[in-house]
């Protein structure tokens, strides 16, 4: 009867904590290299990006001016019809005619003297009117213009760098989403050195997955959530009539913060799928406390989004779903290193 080998078959793949250290410098140093070349890459297209990611925040402003504009115009406009005054006459309906093809009213009051002066320097001929023994006289306008052209429409920057610290962190954001697959490749390169020969072929699935479920939470956050957190925000500007003066800075701030957090967050499948494979978690234990993890990702939720209810709960409605989804990786991708329960 032969003896069995009294080492361990796997010593060879077996690493130090030295050499594990070195793998993790050398996978992060190189990660940061690619992050440098999409960096340099993102400096050509860091303008078109600004200007894109400014459409959502350009769309909610315009309808807060529009709401604003039309509900002062109105009120103005009764004023006068109560002080007797000659008003236009205009309906709801064609105001928001008006709006829609993109034109503001803006009323107000001219001196008549200062009227006629000015009319009669562009060439017309009016005739002068006489002096008012109680002091000058005020005539009522009303101009329409171009939306485009309203200063509440149009973001700011308060301090020199302003531009070119908004213009280093769009180049940042796009080297980080052109990089992102050599990121990910590097990164878990790393944790496959930490795995025996034959569950690193694994790694062939997870990279692709964490790829996805990243860019798939950062666009549910720029095309879904940002519509509705403008909205409940603007709401307020609405409700307390202030006109906002948007800095450029804080917004493109408020862009790379939330897909970001909705981007890591839709990684709970492959952390789930993780635990479960070391042996920490298994796939009962997920569905046999479901309810306090549905409990745990409304409050991750209300952490990681803004202060309105519709960012919330959108991420919430995605994350219960992607929870459920891990459970499934967990039973039924095919095992590798799981430990018996």
Request: some cysteine.
């Amino acid at each position: 009867m032969k003896s069995l080998p009294s080492e361990d078959p796997f010593d060879h793949t077996k690493m130090s904590f030295g050499e594990h250290l070195e793998e993790l410098r050398s996978a992060l140093g190189k990660a940061l290299l690619a992050l440098i070349v999409g960096f340099l890459i993102g400096l050509v297209f860091a303008g078109p990006l600004i200007r894109f990611v400014q459409s959502p925040l350009e769309e909610g402003l315009r309808d807060l001016r529009v709401k604003q504009k039309l509900r002062r115009y109105s009120e103005a406009i009764e004023a006068r019809r109560d002080a007797g005054e000659p008003v236009p006459e205009m309906s709801d309906e064609q105001m928001r005619d008006y709006a829609d093809h993109g034109l503001l009213p803006d009323s107000g009051r001219v001196e008549l003297q200062e009227l006629v002066e000015a009319l009669k320097r562009l060439g017309i001929d009016v005739p002068t009117p006489p002096a008012a023994d109680a002091g000058p006289v005020f005539v009522p306008f009303a101009l329409w213009k171009p939306i485009k052209d309203d200063p509440g429409m149009r973001t700011i920057g308060t301090g020199a760098p302003d531009a070119f610290t908004v213009y280093v962190k769009a180049a940042l954001v796009i080297g980080a989403v052109i990089s992102s697959p050599a990121i990910f490749y590097f990164l878990w390169s790393f944790v496959a050195a930490g795995l025996f020969p034959h569950e690193r072929r694994y790694i062939h699935v997870f990279m692709p997955m964490s790829i996805v479920l990243f860019l798939l939470g950062a666009a549910v956050a720029f095309f879904l959530v940002f519509r509705y957190v403008l909205e409940f925000l603007f709401y307020f500007y609405d409700v307390m009539d202030i006109d906002p003066t948007l800095r450029i800075s804080e917004w493109l701030s408020f862009v790379l913060i939330l897909p970001v957090g909705f981007g890591v967050s839709f990684q709970m499948p492959l952390v789930m799928l993780f635990l479960d494979r070391v042996g920490i978690v298994s796939p009962g234990f997920y569905l046999r406390h479901w309810r306090l993890a549905v409990l745990i990702i409304a409050v991750l939720s209300m952490m990681l989004t803004p202060a309105d209810p519709w960012s919330m709960l959108i991420l919430a409605g995605f994350l219960t779903p992607l929870y459920f989804g891990g459970i499934l990786l967990c039973k039924y991708l095919p095992a590798f290193g799981r430990r018996s329960e």
